[in-house]
């Protein structure tokens, strides 16, 4: 199955002139569900993976999946405020502004070798900021992966020195 | 293993006079994490689930280990403004004023058989919210899952009509 049949184009969200890719039509379908699991599973399976960081909210879904099934442990990337114990931050540029994101300072131990998992690699800011948390605990970052890769907006560059996978990319909006 | 050892108190979140039970710290161990999965989906194993919802966002984590083990679809629950095609939302009420819940209208077909789960089960609010929009859509709520339960709330009172199931259960504070 092709599994970007599975993902439904909404046009104008969040806003004017945005074509939105939206998942949950696959992740409905069971099949849908269980064949992006295994593709994102095969990616990693000889990575020796410990953690699996997933990106709140949507990175949680497959970033669970996938940790379940390497055996690894499962760590929240948060938005700010949510984490309740000691956390470190890490800012990253939006089109208008910052955010920032956080991740608990024992969530990752000194040689823990980690899988980071987003649902979307757009401009890729929020994953480098997510590579950096890892990487500022001393975890070593050994693979990063999307259900979905935007082509056209060159995330890519901007994470080069890591190991990159996404199983659905689009060349063009 | 006791899971419940798994769970860190923290104190004074998200307010002062709260403790806080963070589940960080049994997700980050991966015989935590698979345990857990374990346990709740040998609670629906033999209930013929076709879909599993889980709430924003937390409710994601072991609401996608679910859906994936009993082979059923994913359903997210959200936050208002996050899904971006056709919904219906509901409102709940929250200690200072409302709040409210969204679902995609094509989540859920006519018969469909629907495991709710979160995270953690306190007052009830959230999870009532989310079984009325699984029964608008014409879904059937076959039982409702919580990783932890504070029974000193009471929520099991608001949602007595339906099999609800817990694996971590606190008697007081």
Do not use: W
Request: a neutral charge; aromatic letters at 8%.
């Amino acid at each position: 199955m092709e599994l970007q049949n599975l993902i439904r184009d909404v046009p104008n969200f969040p806003k004017k002139g945005i074509v939105f890719k939206d998942i949950t039509t696959l992740l409905k379908d069971p099949v849908g569900l269980s064949g992006a699991t295994e593709e994102l599973y095969n990616f990693a399976k000889e990575k020796k993976i410990t953690k699996v960081a997933g990106i709140e909210s949507r990175g949680f879904i497959f970033g669970s999946l996938l940790a379940h099934q390497l055996k690894a442990g499962f760590i929240p990337i948060r938005k700010p405020g949510k984490l309740p114990a000691d956390k470190i931050s890490e800012s990253y540029s939006l089109e208008y502004g910052t955010d920032s994101i956080e991740i608990h300072k024992d969530a990752i131990v000194e040689g823990d070798r980690v899988l980071l998992h987003d649902d979307l690699l757009a401009t890729g800011g929020t994953m480098e900021a997510a590579c950096k948390l890892v990487e500022k605990l001393g975890g070593k970052v050994i693979q990063i992966s999307f259900l979905i890769e935007l082509i056209f907006l060159n995330g890519r560059e901007k994470l080069k020195q890591y190991d990159i996978r996404s199983i659905i990319q689009y060349n063009s909006e």
